[in-house]
């Protein structure tokens, strides 16, 4: 019997996704465990593989394929003993089974005649007219076709999607158009007007308010339309979640980095020989880790009437990818070496960027870290990653006058910024962890104890 391939569920929370790539073809043989698509989730694209082995019978969703749901049938395959005419045949124009459908032809000939007997449809809108009779034209060309007496039900768009634009109204001028006051009968107007207000109420908020968007745009800009991609759109859901319903409250320390920078470069020494090298961001991790194990009360997550606390640090770090952003998890941030982090931040940055990480390196933490000194960005805030409480935003370190040992003098100092959700952390335990944090990396040796 046929064996149907469906659409994997590649993570916890995926329900669709796009088949990037088929890595077979009808009638090729594959066996458990051979990479048989490449399949595009929100966060990656990952590998999927065959479980059984057989022939590839029928290829149902070509590649490149988005918005295919998790279920769905992608293939066909075939057992040893079976041959590929026992697959379901696939939707198409007949082939040697047209004979079956031959009696289907006469029957078509009268509905064809009574169609033909019928009055003539009134005439439909030009291109300019969406599906429920609303004109799609710019703000200036309603402006110019109300102020001309330009009826622009009569004006074909030259637009996007038949859009009328401003040259559209210009070159009615000459006839082309009706003015307002010739146009049919106002019986017309009735028969529109109920189908296009259910219509626009049926439309998700989302679909509502990008209408009212592209309504806005100014056709005398140049601009270009992009489909969102499936991260973006992930990206943008999670954060408007985020500061719509957690409430932000910030707190940002200056801290000096001498020390840490003394002591990055004696470990780095060390540890050429093993082919390891610390980054700052790696020794950061390290003591916000630290950190949340010392204040637990800011390493939580609220859960509307409970609050789950862990003992363990696990540390999202924002990782800038093409299209978007991704946080991979250095687990036991607080338990692990400083050498061990470097080495799983450099391959977890460098599989980000190739879209490889599996959803369990991204999906997760208990806490996030966004550096963005290394840019030159000075001080920022940044959005908590739900369901997550607590988000340090790194700025870059400078060489700024210091207060050291009650003299003012020269110190390379970096501002930080907590972003605690206030339903879970109070003003006073964001401040303590904060401190801890400042601490660990003015003196960083502690880090090591």
Aim: with cysteine.
């Amino acid at each position: 019997m046929p064996i149907e391939i469906k659409m994997p569920a590649l993570s916890p929370t995926m329900e669709q996704g796009k088949l990037a790539k088929w890595l077979v073809k009808e009638g090729d043989e594959v066996r458990s465990g051979d990479i048989i698509a490449e399949i595009e989730t929100d966060k990656a694209t990952m590998e999927f593989e065959a479980v059984d082995e057989g022939t590839i019978a029928s290829i149902a969703v070509a590649e490149g394929s988005d918005n295919v749901k998790v279920g769905t049938v992608i293939a066909t395959l075939t057992g040893e003993d079976e041959s590929a005419s026992a697959a379901p045949a696939k939707a198409g124009p007949p082939g040697d089974d047209a004979p079956i459908q031959t009696p289907t032809r006469p029957a078509e000939a009268p509905a064809s005649a009574e169609a033909q007997n019928k009055a003539p449809p009134p005439p439909r809108p030009q291109l300019s007219s969406t599906k429920e009779g609303r004109i799609l034209a710019s703000p200036l060309a309603k402006r110019l076709a109300a102020e001309k007496g330009v009826d622009l039900a009569a004006v074909t768009g030259s637009g996007p999607h038949g859009r009328i634009v401003k040259a559209d109204i210009e070159a009615a001028q000459g006839g082309t158009a009706k003015p307002a006051e010739a146009k049919p009968a106002p019986a017309a107007a009735p028969v529109q007007a109920p189908a296009a207000a259910p219509a626009a109420a049926e439309k998700p908020a989302s679909v509502q308010m990008a209408d009212s968007t592209r309504a806005l745009l100014d056709d005398r800009i140049p601009h270009t339309v992009e489909k969102l991609s499936g991260m973006r759109k992930t990206i943008a859901a999670r954060l408007s979640q985020s500061m719509q319903q957690a409430p932000h409250i910030y707190l940002t320390v200056d801290i000096r980095l001498d020390r840490l920078m003394a002591l990055r470069k004696e470990l780095n020494d060390a540890l050429e020989s093993r082919g390891v090298k610390l980054s700052v961001n790696d020794l950061l991790i390290k003591a916000l880790g630290k950190a949340l194990v010392a204040v637990p009360e800011c390493n939580v997550t609220f859960a509307g009437n409970e609050m789950i606390k862990y003992s363990r640090a696990d540390i999202s770090v924002a990782v800038s990818i093409p299209g978007g952003l991704i946080t991979p998890i250095v687990q036991d941030a607080d338990g692990r070496s400083l050498s061990s982090i470097a080495t799983a931040m450099k391959d977890l940055s460098a599989r980000a960027k190739e879209g490889k990480l599996q959803p369990s390196e991204y999906m997760g933490g208990t806490a996030s870290i966004s550096n963005m000194g290394m840019m030159g960005i000075k001080q920022f805030t940044a959005v908590i990653n739900p369901p997550q409480s607590t988000i340090l935003a790194i700025g870059a370190g400078e060489q700024r006058p210091y207060v050291v040992d009650g003299a003012l003098g020269v110190a390379t100092v970096m501002s930080a910024t907590g972003s605690f959700d206030h339903r879970a952390v109070d003003g006073a335990d964001g401040a303590r962890l904060m401190a801890a944090f400042k601490e660990l990396v003015e003196k960083p040796l502690g880090m090591l104890a």
